[in-house]
């Protein structure tokens, strides 16, 4: 049975419009609403009519279901606040994300800084369900908040020399206890090519569930591509750079031998200490076959057409 999130009384409201969406999903019938318990049920029973539901989803498979939100948000990879699944959620807690600065810039016509309400501001929220893989060859389906990147680049105006885009999370060790330790180069750093960023499913998220992502996944906004292994999808982003060349992302520069810049799920390119043929969903244990680009082919593989795919992994 999930837990229902303790939350502080400023963000009742958003938690009772989350546990009405649950609500409308198990009055609709839908798979995965009963996962509720009674106590919880009977919270629901005074609850208003929902405000929205859980989200578009997108690419989803037969047998798919929404990972509890507990899952989302307990088993998690942050190495800024500790190297095991179940640290981020208790190290992270209470960390600051307000303000939040994001500095746009690099090859653009339109470089910025901007408090991270005006960043979000000229953009349209949406809510949409992907599937998720990390390369340790775990899985989820997680349903997300977020504005597709490709609206930050279109108000940026990349120049016609800007190849593609580095995102860079906070570097601050007193607030980021992990930074303390050199597990990895700090600040984490990712990249995606140009077209990549552009993709309409290529999202800036800030939230899951409907509600504000919590720390541990990212707070206040994270990278979302799903039909690339996990490690792509920078936390707490504060700078978002448009370059010429290839960025050094923080896992293929660590272990060159084991990650790549791309990174697309590729089920016939063994990780070389273990196989990607299959993934565990987390939450049910299902041992299931993985997908090329995690389901995502029809939508992206074009963008690779021609590319070596065990060359460029
Ligand atoms: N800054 C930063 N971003 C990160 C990581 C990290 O350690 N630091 N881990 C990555 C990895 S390996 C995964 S699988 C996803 C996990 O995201 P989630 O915890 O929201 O599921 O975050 C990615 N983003
Ligand atoms: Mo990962």
């Not at 009384?9 to 609403?33: C, M, Q, Y």
């Amino acid at each position: 049975m999930p837990t229902i999130p303790r939350l502080p009384s400023s963000e009742i409201t958003p938690e009772s419009a989350w546990l009405d969406r649950r609500r409308f999903l198990a009055a609709a019938g839908v798979a995965g609403a009963g996962l509720l318990g009674a106590g919880a049920l009977g919270r629901l029973a005074a609850a208003p009519q929902p405000q929205r539901p859980l989200g578009t989803p997108y690419g989803l498979q037969p047998g798919d279901e929404p990972t509890s939100y507990e899952d989302v948000t307990t088993y998690n990879n942050f190495y800024e606040f500790g190297t095991s699944k179940d640290d981020p959620a208790v190290e992270a807690q209470g960390f600051r994300t307000r303000p939040w600065t994001v500095r746009v810039d690099g090859l653009c016509a339109k470089p910025g800084n901007y408090q991270l309400e005006d960043f979000l501001k000229p953009s349209r929220i949406e809510d949409r369900i992907y599937r998720m893989r990390c390369v340790e060859a775990w899985s989820m389906v997680i349903p997300w908040r977020g504005i597709p990147l490709a609206d930050v680049v279109a108000r940026a105006q990349p120049t016609s020399q800007a190849k593609f885009v580095e995102l860079t999370t906070l570097l601050d060790p007193q607030r980021m206890p992990g930074q303390r330790y050199d597990v990895l180069d700090w600040p984490y750093v990712e990249g995606l090519r140009l077209d990549e960023a552009k993709h309409p499913l290529t999202l800036l998220a800030t939230g899951v569930y409907g509600r504000d992502l919590p720390p541990q996944n990212g707070a206040p906004l994270r990278l979302v591509i799903p039909w690339k292994y996990g490690f792509k999808g920078v936390k707490s982003i504060v700078r978002i750079r448009f370059v010429e060349r290839m960025p050094r992302t923080t896992w293929a520069a660590a272990i060159p031998s084991e990650y790549g810049f791309y990174a697309n799920v590729n089920p016939q390119v063994d990780h070389p200490r273990w196989s990607q043929a299959t993934e565990r969903r987390i939450g049910n244990f299902r041992r299931i076959p993985t997908l090329p680009f995690n389901g995502y082919a029809d939508q992206v593989a074009s963008m690779y057409a021609g590319m070596d795919l065990r060359r460029n992994y």
